[in-house]
């Protein structure tokens, strides 16, 4: 007889973003971020206090493997390192054919997504948006606002990450906080092929 998943309900604490039965939490501080900041200075001098910039808390259930879904809630802190915005990682899906759902369920940013040949597109992310990331685009969040950024993010289980990417190249735009207003501007350490 096959083999059936049971159904379940994990609950996401709508006040703080967190998921009390995550199988797996983690916490990203600057130091994992190092060399991703455009204001190579800025992060060298927050990195003696090194905060925490996110936390993940992934409901991690579900077999890894085509046809199943993984989901998670993002916690962004809000701050800056330098006038960029505390932000994720960001990356490609390994499997890069996997799209993605984002949720917001609290605070207000950015979802910046990224084709591999650097055409950057940003969707502006407050309580109550669904925002699409369509299949090959690289993505990243940026909390722009003064309080918590929460969202939650459904994907599917077998679509693993590629962060060397992003790491290597960086995003060609970054998002700044200037003179009280938030601007996208190009990157200026973009690693452009070739
Ligand atoms: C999200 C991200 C999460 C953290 O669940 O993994 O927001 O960002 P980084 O993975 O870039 O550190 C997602 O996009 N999963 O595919
Ligand atoms: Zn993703």
Redesign the pocket.
């Known amino acids: 007889m096959k083999d059936y998943l049971s159904p379940f309900t994990v609950m996401v604490n709508l006040e703080d973003g967190t998921i009390p039965k995550a199988a797996n939490v983690q916490q990203?501080r600057l130091s994992d971020l190092r060399g991703l900041f455009a204001d190579q200075l800025a992060e060298a001098s927050l990195l003696t206090k090194n905060p925490v910039i996110?936390q993940?808390y992934?409901v991690g259930t579900n077999p890894p493997e085509e046809g199943h879904l993984l989901y998670?809630t993002?916690v962004i802190y809000p701050g800056k390192v330098g006038n960029e915005y505390f932000m994720?990682?960001?990356?490609y899906?390994a499997k890069a054919d996997r799209a993605?759902l984002?949720y917001c369920l609290q605070g207000e940013g950015y979802l910046l997504l990224q084709t591999p040949e650097g055409q950057v597109n940003a969707q502006h992310m407050t309580p109550g948006a669904a925002t699409y990331?369509p299949p090959y685009w690289g993505?990243?969040?940026i909390n722009s606002g003064s309080n918590n950024f929460i969202?939650l993010?459904v994907?599917p289980a077998d679509?693993g990450?590629d962060?060397k990417t992003i790491a290597e190249k960086g995003f060609a735009s970054i998002i700044v906080g200037q003179g009280g207003e938030t601007k996208l501007i190009p990157n200026p350490r973009y690693q452009v092929e070739g």
């Open positions: 990203r996110y993940v992934e998670s993002t994720t990682k960001g990356h899906h993605e984002y990331v993505h990243r969040t969202f993010a994907y679509a990450y962060y």
